[in-house]
């Protein structure tokens, strides 16, 4: 079962560029959201998951639910390296992996100005 990508972008970030450029590699579907034109969205991610950072890469489900949050774009070339990119996107949710993020900014992600989207317009 293919599952579907969410990823938090903003335009000018190199690391989306390089996290969509492997994804496209791959024949991966994604839905691209931009931070800028959405940041209430972004806002709630910023909560949930005490992130400040693009890109934030999700794997969602058929429904639309966030099931898995992969983090940035060197967590998932990690997971592409590793093997395990396919695996979350074809065979279920047993694939044993921890992708998450912490409040910091990591290589591989854009930071934000203040921690808020509003700044950046």
């Known amino acids: 079962m293919n599952k579907n990508i969410v990823i938090y972008i903003k335009h000018g970030c190199p690391y989306c560029t390089r996290a969509k450029k492997l994804l496209n590699q791959k024949g991966f579907q994604y839905k691209e959201i931009d931070v800028i034109k959405n940041p209430d969205l972004f806002s709630q991610i910023k909560s949930e998951y005490n992130v ?9 489900d058929e429904d639309g639910n966030y099931i898995y949050h992969i983090a940035g774009s060197d967590k998932l070339i990690d997971l592409e390296n590793t093997g395990k990119l ?4 074809h065979y279920g949710n047993d694939t044993d992996i921890i992708a998450g993020a912490d409040n910091s900014t990591e290589h591989g992600e854009c930071g934000l100005l203040n921690n808020n989207v509003d700044d950046l317009i």
């Open 52 to 60: 400040r950072t693009v890109p934030q890469i999700f794997i969602v």
């Open 86 to 89: 396919d695996a979350m996107l």
